[in-house]
């Protein structure tokens, strides 16, 4: 693949000619923008039926090529539409998925697969930017993560939707001996029942209808490093027995086979559940409980940390602002008031996907209250004049579109990844995706 007249590290909001062979020689004209230092994207306008069938083809030939996925590295057997890892789609063929993708970003991609990009792997608590907290309850989990890693025990994590459970997992990890080994997640929640099991543990080749080959479970890949239960309230209580057995004995058995198989792995395993009250109403095994919970950490809501809101804030308007090449300075003071007085119901979640909402729609030099778009706490004259504010079916309506339709964007149209960022099941997202219109494609 050749651009025209442009070294591929040099090209900055230019209009660029993109040439590459398929089943014949093809020319793309698009624009080359850089968003941050050593990462580019194109971005094509053509009509989605036509980049399906020419760098859609390209891109999907050369991931089957190469039978690696080029987010992830996961090794691939087949020509598979999705990464059995990480979930990510790897077919670009159908003009459905592209316009589902609206602007078409194929320089990620392009850059895995050609080796230009120098990979750059964040390790250590103190680069991991996404944790920033200077109240005392967030000190306090700095100082457990750092305790906790070293170790081999398991670790609970425990709280709210939003509040980071997945980076306090990843922490963990990447300080712990086992850094350079797998971290796997997987979301209990956003898993049908009936397929967790297989999802974990992995089966044999005609185990049950629709298996026509082995598949190594999540376990396996994590051998030697960290796999993340996410949401382990919401397993299913005759799997969490599984769960039990292998934490007791580190062995297993994929569905569909009498061999048993070892792992070394270590689990950390988060939920918002109250599982104390799940165990007195007979939700979730005592024993598995106690196992889990020698080691736990209990996250604070983005509510009880004092000023964090608005240091996070001010520092994402900073990070979205280069990433876009925008030159926002920073929040006025009334942004500021509004960022410390919301509750913030979705966490660290919410305030980042509202800043970096903010910072692109916004063509100011002060990002303001109206660019945040966050309800304002009403007075006593707003409840009497109107008769919606305290409707709490209505409210629910509208979070529950405002979130699916910010992670609908967020995840490029990946139901997985749109599952695992609201913690509900794929059916759910469908449900509601039809129930709100989101996700259709105009006449």
């Known amino acids: 693949m050749k651009i025209k007249n442009h070294p591929l590290d040099n090209c900055d909001n230019e209009n660029v000619e993109i040439t590459f062979e398929t089943d014949s020689v093809v ?5 080359m923008l850089n968003y941050r230092p050593g990462h580019s994207v194109v971005l094509f306008k053509e009509s989605p039926e036509i980049l399906a069938s020419t760098i859609g083809r390209y891109i999907t030939k050369k991931i089957h090529e190469g039978k690696r996925c080029p987010y992830c590295k996961e090794k691939l057997f087949d020509e598979e539409k999705f990464c059995p890892k990480c979930n990510m789609y790897l077919d670009f063929t159908s003009p459905d998925i592209i316009k589902i993708l609206k602007d078409f970003k194929i320089g990620k991609v392009i850059e895995k697969l050609t080796g230009t990009e120098k990979e750059k792997i964040e390790k250590g608590l103190e680069e991991n ?20 890693a070293p170790t081999d025990y398991p670790v609970l994590i425990i709280g709210e939707t939003g509040t980071g459970k997945e980076l306090t997992a990843r922490a963990i990890h990447e300080r712990s001996n086992r850094a350079d080994k797998p971290f ?5 929640a956003a898993i049908p029942h009936d397929l967790l099991e297989a999802e974990l543990f992995g089966y044999e080749k005609g185990a049950f209808t629709g298996a026509n080959r082995r598949r190594i479970g999540k376990i396996e890949y994590a051998n030697g490093g960290t796999l993340f239960l996410d949401e382990i309230g919401d397993m299913p209580y005759d799997l969490q027995a599984k769960i039990l057995r292998f934490l007791q004995e580190y062995s297993f058995e994929r569905i569909g086979s009498n061999e048993t198989k070892t792992a070394d792995v270590r689990i950390i395993a988060a939920t918002n559940v109250d599982l104390e009250q799940a165990v007195k109403e007979g939700k979730f095994r005592r ?18 940390r004092g000023e964090d809101p608005v240091i996070m804030a001010k520092y994402f308007v900073e990070r979205y602002s280069k990433e876009l090449g925008k030159n926002i300075k920073g929040l006025t003071a009334d942004a500021l008031e509004v960022i410390r007085d919301h509750p913030w119901p979705g966490n660290v979640r919410e305030l980042i996907n509202t800043i970096r909402k903010a910072v692109v729609l916004t063509d100011k030099e002060f990002i303001d209250v109206e660019d945040l778009d966050l309800k304002v706490k009403c007075t006593t004259d707003d409840m009497h004049n109107g008769e919606d504010i305290l409707n709490l079916k209505k409210n629910i309506e509208n979070l529950e579109k405002r979130l699916l339709k910010e992670a609908f964007i967020l995840a490029k149209g990946n139901i997985s990844k749109v599952a695992k960022m609201l913690g509900i099941s794929r059916p759910k997202v469908y449900k509601l995706m039809e129930k709100y219109g989101i996700g259709e494609i105009p006449d």
């Open 27 to 31: 020319s793309l004209k698009g624009k």
């Open 129 to 148: 930017k996404e944790m920033i907290g200077t109240s005392d309850s967030m000190k306090r989990v700095f100082q457990l993560i750092r305790k906790f």
């Open 184 to 188: 796997v997640v997987v979301n209990c």
């Open 287 to 304: 024993d598995l409980y106690y196992r889990l919970s020698v080691l736990t950490i209990k996250l604070p809501p983005l509510r009880e």
